[in-house]
């Protein structure tokens, strides 16, 4: 039987943001220990839900694993602000990204887990020469920072492209994970855990649906995890 720990990671976007510590200590009560922190430029892609000093004071209330998704085009600034509040994982995008082993090097260093994020359409071959370098990566399943349109689906090609992952990660030798976020719902969670994927950004689909409390969905999510897994297992042997 396949030991397979998945680490939910809730986007704190989709939290109450004029309420932001009686937001994390729900999240906590709940038994969650990671946090999704999505830093945006404003010009990468066309949002910006939080401000660096908001993840200061973030870092002051909790010791929750801090997991940050830059999604900018000055890199090397945003990475550097994230190693001096002292998170656990920074994760930047590979698009946007020219001196990409300067990095990893810089985040590694600061002791913190390396994360590369894929937009949806870039093809896993981008990480040919860096994979072994990656403690996660990250798939998008829909465009960076649209997340608020509700007509932006999840890709048609979201569970292929975990599964392509996975098995790269697999014949490497790796012990890379691998994070999806976007539309990464009720409904689409146990084909992703099967496909490959180990760490879940939960967002207004999962962890934040309207109408259950925030336990309520963690068990469900539970549910659908495990559910995953045990399809994971029968179609692995």
């Known amino acids: 039987m396949q030991d397979k720990t998945i680490t939910i990671s809730p986007s704190i976007m989709c939290a109450d943001l004029l309420n932001l510590e009686k937001s994390v200590r729900e999240i906590?009560?709940?038994?969650?220990?990671?946090?999704?922190?999505?830093?945006?430029?404003?010009?990468?892609?066309?949002?910006?839900?939080?401000?660096?000093?908001?993840?200061?004071?973030?870092?002051?209330?909790?010791?929750?694993?801090?997991?940050?998704?830059?999604?900018?085009?000055?890199?090397?600034?945003?990475?550097?602000?994230?190693?001096?509040?002292?998170?656990?994982?920074?994760?930047?995008?590979?698009?946007?990204?020219?001196?990409?082993?300067?990095?990893?090097?810089?985040?590694?260093?600061?002791?913190?887990?390396?994360?590369?994020?894929?937009?949806?359409?870039?093809?896993?071959?981008?990480l040919d020469y860096v994979l072994p370098q990656c403690d996660?990566?990250?798939?998008?399943?829909?465009?960076?920072?649209?997340?608020?349109?509700?007509?932006?689906?999840?890709?048609?090609?979201?569970?292929?492209?975990v599964r392509d992952l996975h098995q790269t990660i697999q014949e490497a030798g790796l012990k890379t994970r691998i994070e999806v976020d976007g539309r990464v719902s009720l409904d689409t969670i146990p084909a992703l855990v099967e496909a490959g994927a180990d760490f879940l950004v939960a967002g207004s689909t999962s962890l934040f649906v309207k109408g259950n409390s925030l336990a309520e969905n963690k068990q469900i999510m539970d549910k659908k995890i495990s559910e995953g897994i045990s399809l994971g297992e029968a179609v692995r042997g």
């Open 136 to 161: 996660t990566v990250l798939l998008m399943l829909i465009n960076p920072g649209f997340a608020t349109d509700k007509a932006e689906k999840q890709i048609a090609y979201a569970v292929k492209k």
């Open 28 to 126: 906590e009560s709940a038994g969650i220990d990671t946090l999704h922190i999505d830093i945006i430029d404003g010009s990468f892609s066309p949002s910006m839900p939080l401000g660096i000093d908001t993840v200061k004071q973030l870092r002051k209330i909790t010791n929750m694993n801090f997991d940050v998704h830059i999604m900018a085009n000055d890199n090397e600034f945003f990475i550097q602000e994230m190693i001096d509040i002292g998170v656990e994982q920074i994760t930047f995008h590979i698009e946007s990204s020219v001196h990409i082993d300067r990095y990893i090097n810089l985040i590694r260093n600061s002791g913190a887990k390396v994360g590369i994020a894929l937009n949806p359409a870039t093809p896993l071959s981008a």
